[in-house]
């Protein structure tokens, strides 16, 4: 793996909360989780909808579930913060694995429609579970630390090697050529069951970490959790199969429009209008800019020459 697009594209990530802590601002630690969980939301959406092309529009409603459950474990069960995150991703196993065997077999509109009505459900959680005041406490430099740090990198590394995978490429060539992935030798369910399962453990240990901390700047409305999960279904999109490219998408989509709502509290919140006109275009749009109501173009699909009549 080349390192220098993937650090370029992590560059955003890094360089605000190092520029504030650099300066002693006291924003340092919620704009440093928000951009930890922001990068792990990113890396759900590509492993999910980059690179398994799942119409997985909940991760915001997955995201959602596991900030609900950290007021639950700190605050009512009186867990450490840390022992508390390193949770989140058993719990994003499960709510996944229940949700491939919802929409295995499923036609993707269906399955769309069902994925909807369970972001809208999910969405809704952390307003039942959080004070709209509370702020939970961060993470402490303590044993418990490394619980937290050793289900991230487990679930970094299962889903890097995912993504470099040969059934993740093998997937990747069915798709451009329009062939069936079966016929390539790729066991397609075994291989989408997987992407859903990281995704959703992925995206529950963001959404833990966008919790944590003073001030988290992911409120309790369902709405911003509505909005985040359509952003991050266009990610997925746009990003494609690369983990720079998704990095790199995720830029105008999430951290923009949240930058303007800060610095300009009076101007209106787009995110969730832009998040929705992305979301549009990608349904009506191909890859190759022609529109999805049209015959795709032979050019783009590879079309392969027919084999000619043997003589008689």
Request: hydrophobic letters at 60%.
């Amino acid at each position: 793996m080349r390192m220098a697009p993937l650090l370029t594209a992590l560059a955003p990530f890094l360089l605000l909360p190092i520029l504030l802590a650099a300066i002693g601002h006291p924003a340092f630690l919620p704009f440093a989780g928000f951009s930890g969980g922001l990068a792990l939301l990113t890396v759900a959406a590509l492993i999910g909808i980059g690179i398994a092309r799942l119409p997985l529009v909940c991760l915001g409603g997955f995201a959602a579930m596991g900030a609900s459950l950290m007021p639950i474990l700190t605050v009512d069960l009186g867990w450490p913060t840390a022992a508390a995150l390193a949770t989140t991703p058993l719990l994003g196993l499960i709510l996944g694995g229940l949700v491939w065997l919802a929409i295995r077999g499923q036609a993707g509109v269906v399955a769309t429609a069902l994925l909807l009505a369970l972001l809208l459900g999910l969405a809704s959680l952390p307003s039942v579970t959080t004070e709209p005041d509370l702020e939970l406490a961060g993470l402490g430099i303590d044993a418990f630390l490394l619980l937290p740090l050793l289900a991230s990198t487990l679930l970094l590394s299962a889903t890097a090697r995912f993504a470099g995978a040969t059934m993740a490429r093998l997937h990747e060539a069915a798709v451009l050529a329009r062939l069936p992935a079966d016929g390539l030798g790729l066991d397609l369910a075994a291989f989408r069951a997987t992407a859903l399962l990281l995704a959703a453990a992925t995206a529950t240990l963001g959404g833990g970490i966008l919790a944590v901390g003073p001030a988290p700047l992911i409120s309790s409305d369902a709405n911003d959790w509505v909005a985040l999960s359509l952003a991050l279904f266009a990610v997925g999109r746009l990003g494609g199969v690369r983990i720079g490219g998704a990095l790199l998408a995720a830029l105008p989509l999430i951290l923009l429009p949240k930058f303007t709502v800060l610095l300009a509290p009076h101007f209106v919140d787009l995110t969730l209008a832009a998040a929705l006109a992305a979301l549009i275009l990608q349904l009506i749009v191909r890859p190759d800019g022609s529109p999805a109501w049209q015959p795709p173009s032979t050019a783009f699909t590879g079309s392969l020459p027919q084999p000619r009549s043997a003589p008689r």
